[in-house]
């Protein structure tokens, strides 16, 4: 990770909780914030992608991988679609 900041976020599980970590941007998705951190629930380390506004996860990898992570999170959201992106985060359909 290169630009490490903090941030808070409300947990899967609708706790406030704080993440060192970096934003990561995906075009055409401006209106979300991506937070690429350490993967607090894996004992063997590794990172995660967690939407800011909600707390889920969106990709997940080993350690030593998170060069990967923007590819893993481009590839899962092409995969699956803004669409349903915005529904697993409770936001509905979009509009567009």
């Known amino acids: 990770m290169s630009i490490v900041e903090k941030f808070l976020i409300?947990?899967?599980?609708?706790?406030?909780q704080e993440l060192l970590g970096e934003e990561v941007g995906?075009?055409?998705?401006?209106?979300?914030?991506?937070?690429?951190?350490?993967?607090?629930?894996d004992k063997r380390g590794g990172w995660a992608i967690t939407e800011r506004s909600s707390g889920k996860r969106i990709a997940s990898g080993p350690a030593g991988t998170e060069h990967l992570a923007r590819e893993q999170l481009e590839r899962q959201l092409r995969?699956?679609?803004?669409d349903a992106l915005m529904r697993v985060l409770g936001r509905g359909d979009l509009s567009s």
């Open 10 to 16: 409300r947990n899967e599980f609708g706790q406030p």
């Open 26 to 41: 995906v075009p055409g998705y401006e209106e979300l914030q991506f937070i690429l951190h350490a993967w607090l629930y």
């Open 79 to 82: 995969a699956h679609g803004k």
